[in-house]
């Protein structure tokens, strides 16, 4: 029955989202279809899973509510009046008339990031001697590395990565097309993944990828400029490639990791496809249990008083504050609870109320509802790359929010942080240009 129910609302939140946005990819269709699909699969109970307390249920009625909330206050209080936004420092339009310099962000960040990838192998490598010791050692490399006993591996430049993924991105919605451009940065953090024996940055760059084309193309529909006509052949292909390199990694990951596909819990229908490569049962948990996570997490309600205001959301923050003995160091990995299985993950909401409180189930997004109507209004009509870099890493948190608050990864900040300065660097360099 709530799954009905689920469905009911998702179509009309859809139409909602669409009339305001003008558009189907929107943040509030993309909150939908996220909690649609968290909750849906959950209530499937192929695990038996726990029921949904009345705590849960109302913790994440208000953060939907809040979010949508945001989207309004904007949309109605602008909606009889002209926008005054202030003047795009920097807009696609001069980025395309510079294509080298596309390419040239696109293979410098990108080779940042892949020489930290190989840098990070060459570190397993001279640890475990072969490859086929590094694989058969995932599990070992696993704990290592959430125990952060994995010496010598440079921090983060990785993730340039992901500015390298924000220009491709942006490249191949303006070209059409798939390239060595457009799979390059991808490969370079997948690498770094398999070498950490992980999944996250690899999802993070897959919906970086797709979030970033489809907004540019939005934008050349908005504004009626024409561009190279849809190559099929290519995209079908490249997009094929893409997400054979995705699915693959992931499915990688978790085998050589020896992740538990057999749980006393299943139901028959789950135990049926234990045996699968890519459909497993694992699978189903990683995208159903965290909702089961925040149910718990609000019952046992000893958390709260443990975190350090804005710990989660700012781990990153707060590991550097701990560097220089400014306060304690913060854990990298929630606690986990049995649901009944254990897991670990609770959704941003889970996060944001061991942090803020009920408030900031409140505030937190509304604030990500309101900042992302206005960033998309502004790229919209401006084709602003400042804003575009912004609204991105705010739809990433609507992305993850099924799992974590995003922003606890350093990756985020480092992504957002380095592709403003870059974006400022052009920008500088236009006016020069011009004067």
Not at 37 to 51: A, H, M, P, R
Not at 163 to 174: D, L, Q
Not at 238 to 266: H, P
Request: charged share 15%.
């Amino acid at each position: 029955m709530s799954i009905i129910i689920l469905l009911i609302l998702n179509f009309f939140f859809f139409q909602i989202g669409k009339k305001i946005f003008e558009y189907w990819f929107n943040p509030i269709t993309i909150y939908v279809f996220v909690w649609t699909g968290l909750i849906s699969l959950y209530e499937l109970k192929l695990l038996k899973y726990y029921d949904l307390s009345i705590e849960a249920w109302f913790v994440i009625f208000l953060a939907f509510c809040s979010f949508v909330f945001g989207i309004f206050i904007f949309y109605y209080a602008s909606r009889d009046k002209e926008v005054s936004f202030r003047t795009s420092k920097i807009g696609i339009k001069e980025l395309f008339e510079n294509p080298r310099l596309i390419k040239f962000l696109i293979l410098s960040t990108g080779l940042i990031s892949l020489l930290s990838s190989l840098q990070n192998w060459y570190i397993l490598l001279q640890e475990y001697d072969t490859l086929t010791n590094i694989l058969l050692s995932a599990a070992e490399i696993y704990k290592k590395r959430v125990d952060g006993e994995i010496k010598g591996v440079i921090p983060y430049t990785w993730a340039f990565g992901f500015v390298s993924i924000f220009f491709s991105a942006i490249w191949s919605a303006k070209t059409n097309r798939f390239s060595l451009l457009t799979i390059f940065p991808i490969i370079a953090i997948i690498l770094k993944d398999l070498a950490m024996i992980a999944r996250s940055n690899i999802l993070f760059a897959f919906l970086e990828f797709i979030t970033v084309f489809f907004l540019v193309r939005l934008y050349f529909n908005k504004n009626h400029i024409l561009v190279r006509k849809f190559d099929r052949k290519n995209l079908l292909i490249g997009g094929f490639l893409l997400i054979f390199l995705v699915i693959g990694s992931a499915t990688l990951v978790r085998s050589v990791k020896g992740t538990v596909e057999s749980f006393k819990a299943s139901t028959n229908t789950l135990s049926k496809i234990r045996g699968g490569i890519v459909i497993t049962p694992s699978l189903y948990l990683y995208l159903s249990a965290h909702v089961g996570v925040l149910n718990k997490y609000l019952l046992v309600n000893e958390e709260q008083d443990e975190t350090m205001f804005g710990q989660n959301s700012f781990e990153s923050v707060y590991n550097i504050l701990s560097k220089f003995n400014l306060t304690k160091d913060p854990t990298s990995y929630q606690r986990g609870y049995y649901i009944p299985m254990w897991t670990n993950t609770g959704t941003y909401i889970r996060e944001i109320h061991a942090d803020f409180g009920i408030l900031g189930v409140t505030i937190v997004p509304f604030l990500l509802g309101l900042s992302s109507i206005y960033l998309w209004k502004k790229f919209l009509l401006l084709g602003d790359l400042f804003s575009l870099n912004l609204l991105i890493h705010i739809i990433l948190i609507i992305w993850f929010s099924f799992l974590v608050m995003i922003t606890r990864q350093g990756a985020w900040f480092i992504s957002i942080i380095v592709t403003s300065v870059l974006l400022s660097f052009i920008s500088g360099y236009f006016k020069k240009k011009e004067s």
